[in-house]
């Protein structure tokens, strides 16, 4: 239960990390061999392995989007009762946001989290509306 109340208080300070965009703060819940999965359909989607290669790629992000403010509108954990941290959550979430050349977008999404120790291994995102995706990101 004490690892389940822990994990939720990283998810929410990571997003408030995000928010403001500190991404030391934000990459502090990752673990070193972790892993981001990122939606293909745009040209930076797709796999990214290790910490260090995240941290580029949201790096990038926060220099794409010069604004952005997601708001959780679910946090599920599938174990409640883990003590240790490790554990699968499921973050339902919306976001506004404003890229470098001022085009703005709300979209919402999932990310799924599977934690080891405290930690993200695993992080995955799903956002619902791939076209705005595209014109946030400059692609089209």
């Known amino acids: 239960m004490l690892g389940a109340i822990f994990l939720k208080l990283i998810v929410k ?3 408030k ?3 403001r965009h500190e991404l030391s703060a934000f990459m502090q819940s990752f673990a070193e061999e972790a892993v981001f999965i990122y939606p293909k359909e745009v040209k930076v989607g797709g796999i990214i392995n290790g910490k260090s290669a995240i941290t580029l790629w949201f790096k990038r992000w926060m220099q794409q ?3 952005s403010h997601f708001t959780i509108k679910h946090l599920c954990l599938e174990n ?3 003590i240790i941290g490790t554990n699968f959550i499921t973050v339902e ?3 506004k946001i404003t890229n470098k050349d001022s085009v703005s977008a709300e979209l919402d999404g999932i990310t799924t989290i599977q934690t080891k120790l405290g930690k993200a291994v695993v992080v995955r ?3 619902d ?3 705005k995706l595209k014109q946030i990101w400059g692609e089209t």
Request: hydrophobic share 50%; no cysteine; aromatic share 20%.
């Open 17 to 19: 990390a995000i928010n």
């Open 125 to 127: 995102d799903y956002i």
């Open 80 to 82: 409640p009762w883990d």
């Open 93 to 95: 979430w919306k976001i």
């Open 65 to 67: 989007f010069t604004k």
């Open 129 to 131: 509306n791939t076209v």
């Open 13 to 15: 300070r990571a997003i």
